[in-house]
């Protein structure tokens, strides 16, 4: 009677196994269904990161179209008045001679990618820091702004 009686419950715990299983599923999956539309923290740095270099390097070219195509619709409006003004990013008095990304993280409004902009005027050459804010719009991502200042490097966690 022993048997039979651990065959019964071999049998109802197989029979019950399949519905246990439908509870498992990935976290992310899970977030995914729950918030449609947004991309895993891999693909926004990496989407981040080539829309600040294609604007960073449509302003070592001084390639306005470049530039401004890579920004958001409602950033746009302000980049057209102010690109080739004198303080503008593509203005003719000075020449973006280098530019590198420091640092791409997660921030209140959108993937913050931090730079370091070497600027020449004449004989004066400077480096300063810029830190551009990137969106998901629709189904692509764009730069929405552009401030002084930026992120110092998270330190690597080495294992």
Request: glycine share 10%.
């Amino acid at each position: 009677m022993g048997v039979t009686n651990t065959r019964a419950a071999l049998v109802a715990t197989l029979a019950i196994l399949p519905f246990a299983l439908l509870g498992c599923g990935s976290d992310a999956e899970e977030t995914a269904e729950r918030q449609p539309g947004r991309a895993p923290a891999e693909e926004a740095a990496a989407k981040s990161r080539e829309r600040v270099q294609a604007y960073l390097d449509a302003m070592i070219a001084k390639d306005v179209a470049a530039g401004r195509s890579q920004l958001c619709a409602p950033a746009q409006e302000g980049f057209d008045a102010a690109a080739t003004g004198p303080n503008g990013d593509f203005a003719d008095h000075f020449t973006v001679s280098g530019a590198t990304i420091t640092d791409v993280r997660a921030g209140a409004s959108g993937q913050e990618v931090s730079t370091e902009i070497t600027v020449t005027s004449g004989s004066r050459r400077a480096t300063r820091p810029l830190l551009f804010t990137v969106t998901r719009s629709g189904a692509d991502w764009c730069v929405a702004s552009e401030a002084p200042g930026g992120h110092t490097p998270e330190p690597s966690v080495t294992p």
